[in-house]
């Protein structure tokens, strides 16, 4: 299709990012471009493993390159990982061995080679740390002009952190080049905590999903069944999410395939960095005296119930698909 988005997906691939990849590889109003991989929720090898596995599952119909990105922050020494339950990131599935491998150039390269390609029409979605978006930056300080589009999922200015007292694990784990990209003139979108939360996939969700198998879906519906309920697993010693979990990384691409899914705010924004209790927190000046930070638009409303239904019918071919390409 002529007007299909452009995407460029940046992941940690965990549960939440391997929902995200198969939305993405579905849609028949997207084409991935590529993903990039990095460490964040599991380390850079498992991630890049994982992602693989995820392409394969998803059947785009379309070849989409794997690009091995960075494996530890843009300056600190020590990697820490985030919020993952299971060593290898997807729960409990259980998937094939990948046919394919990563490409061997370098995840900035990368990035400024499909910037060059798509002439103004890539879409960039982070759903991991922003290192690779930084280094592509610091090789390119004018890709904000070549590019139509940021999706950032992360940060948190109303909602408390997810990996501490005050920070989303994505900033939490490379405040740096969180900073560094948003100071970098980037066409930003910020999806953060503060419209994730909401945004819940719940127990009626995956009955509905599963109730619209096909023998053509049956296999990645399957697996998805296999991530949600381990999701789910971890949720019932809390009340409030018990049988529920945020779509952080879904939605970051929904809002890459339709932007009238949140509402946007412009927002002077920074990240600290210094802070030893602080660190990764991102500060938003909700004064608009514009004194700090940088002008980015920041999502404060979103109609979490259209998105997941758009999920849900993209992911069984109602609306949209890739299986049959």
Known sequence: MA?????????????????????ALQSREARVEGIITGAGQVSLE??????????????????????????????????GYGQNYDAAGLGNANL??????ALTMSASDFILLKAKECENELIIVTMGRLTNLANAVAKDPSLGKKIKQ????????????????????NFWGDPEA???????????????LDITQPTMFTSSHLAELLNKKTEQTESM???IEEMALFQFGQCED????????????PLAVGIALDNTLIRTKETFVQVECKGEVSRGALIADLRQT??????????????????????????????SGGINR
């Open 3 to 23: 007007d299909q988005k452009r995407l460029l997906l940046d992941v940690d691939t965990g549960i939440d990012d391997a929902l995200a990849i198969l939305y």
């Open 46 to 79: 498992q991630a890049t493993y994982n992602t693989l596995q995820v392409v394969e599952a998803g059947q785009a119909g379309y070849e989409v390159p794997v690009v091995k990105g960075a494996s530890k922050p843009l300056i600190r020494k020590e990697i």
């Open 96 to 101: 094939p061995v990948p046919k394919h491998t």
């Open 150 to 169: 940021v999706i950032i999922a992360g940060g948190a200015i109303r909602e408390a952190g997810n990996v501490t007292a005050a920070a989303e694990c």
């Open 178 to 192: 969180a900073l560094f990209v948003l100071e970098a003139g980037l066409p930003i979108t910020l999806v953060s």
């Open 221 to 223: 519906l399957s697996f």
């Open 238 to 249: 809390s009340e409030h999410n018990k049988h529920s979990f945020a779509m952080q990384g």
């Open 290 to 319: 514009a004194s700090v930070g940088q002008k980015v638009l920041t999502g404060v409303e979103v109609d979490s119930e259209r998105f997941i239904q758009h999920w849900i019918a993209t992911l069984t071919m109602d609306a």
